[in-house]
């Protein structure tokens, strides 16, 4: 595509047509010598070893870190046992004690029937 | 086409798509192959110094490279031009210094002085050659003709002629208006149809 008659530029006269057309041959010509040259590989591989890729800045990390740090520490301020009233619930160390118990390889049942193995032992120990 | 990097991704020209970092590289990569050459012939036309020519590309690359890879594919092409049509400037700028520090100092550059556009024309009427070999000497003799013009009729007419840029774009890569592009380029096509004049059978 030559640039006739586009972008408000007058339409092209025949002879110029011509002067266009050889002069882009010869241009592609020698674009086609110059992409066989080793120095502009060398030139490219340089170019392409000095690309930098963004990362997060520091004071972006450190501000992430401390906010993460804060939830945490307002989660556990306000967790469920500074509640505003009603039965007590479980706080912070009774939440890891529930996963303690969670983790353990005893079933689920044997901590469903607690107060019964209590009695057991309290009323065999009597008996 | 050289692709580097050992991966097949393939410039598309300006609807490269690009993902990752890796991807983004390949893609640029794959763009500076393609376009690298074409930047090359544009800088020897540019500072007429194949050596000083290959530098001026490399520092564009880099450049582009090193601030603008980010930007989306479809703008890497004026931009790398943009830059290399200032880092022809800058050439000339530091070598019309040199020439006038040399002056100064009273010896004598051997690049003193503009080319003249005729030199290394085939003499047209050497021989009556055919039509092909004619045809190849225009050309030879225009190419000599367009390193001959003034910088700006160049950077116009290579712009505009050989990279298919519209007046808009080639005035954003010469930092210039529309209406000194479409000057640039009248008088580079003048200039050049004069000498096509002369090799007429």
């Given at each position: 595509?030559?640039?006739?008659?586009?972008?408000?530029?007058?339409?092209?006269?025949?002879?110029?047509?011509?002067?266009?057309?050889?002069?882009?041959?010869?241009?592609?010509?020698?674009?086609?010598?110059?992409?066989?040259?080793?120095?502009?590989?060398?030139?490219?591989?340089?170019?392409?070893?000095?690309?930098?890729?963004?990362?997060?800045?520091?004071?972006?990390?450190?501000?992430?870190?401390?906010?993460?740090?804060?939830?945490?520490?307002?989660?556990?301020?306000?967790?469920?046992?500074?509640?505003?009233?009603?039965?007590?619930?479980?706080?912070?160390?009774a939440a890891a004690d529930d996963l303690e118990l969670l983790a353990s390889g005893e079933g689920v049942e044997f901590y469903a029937d607690l107060d019964f193995y209590v009695w057991l032992a309290e009323d065999g120990g009597a008996g | 086409m050289e692709l580097a990097l050992d991966r097949t991704v393939v410039w598309t020209g300006r609807t490269a798509a690009v993902s990752a970092p890796d991807d983004a590289t390949a893609a640029l990569d794959a763009f500076l192959a393609e376009v690298?050459?074409?930047?090359?012939?544009?800088?020897?036309?540019?500072?007429?110094?194949?050596?000083?020519?290959?530098?001026?590309?490399?520092?564009?690359?880099c450049r582009l490279v090193t601030k603008y890879a980010h930007r989306p594919p479809e703008e890497w092409r004026p931009l790398l031009f943009r830059i290399l049509q200032h880092r022809i400037r800058d050439w000339h700028r530091r070598r019309a210094v040199r020439q006038r520090v040399t002056a100064w100092l009273g010896g004598n550059d051997p690049e003193d002085g503009p080319a003249d556009p005729m030199d290394g024309l085939p003499d047209p009427r050497a021989a009556v050659p055919s039509d092909g070999v004619r045809l190849a000497r225009a050309g030879e003799a225009l190419r000599a003709a367009l390193a001959g013009l003034p910088l700006r009729q160049r950077e116009a007419f290579v712009l505009r002629a050989w990279e298919d840029l519209g007046v808009a774009e080639t005035a954003a890569v010469m930092g210039c208006s529309e209406g000194s592009v479409k000057t640039h380029y009248f008088r580079a096509l003048r200039a050049l149809r004069a000498v096509l004049e002369d090799h007429r059978p």
């Open positions: 595509m030559t640039p006739e008659g586009k972008d408000g530029m007058d339409p092209m006269e025949p002879r110029d047509r011509e002067v266009v057309d050889a002069l882009r041959a010869a241009l592609d010509a020698e674009a086609r010598g110059a992409a066989l040259s080793p120095r502009l590989a060398e030139a490219r591989r340089a170019a392409l070893a000095r690309r930098r890729f963004p990362r997060p800045a520091a004071w972006r990390v450190a501000g992430l870190a401390t906010a993460a740090a804060g939830v945490l520490g307002l989660v556990l301020w306000l967790g469920p046992h500074h509640g505003p009233s009603g039965p007590e619930t479980p706080g912070p160390m | 690298g050459p074409r930047a090359l012939v544009m800088a020897r036309v540019g500072v007429r110094d194949p050596d000083e020519a290959m530098d001026v590309v490399q520092d564009a690359m």
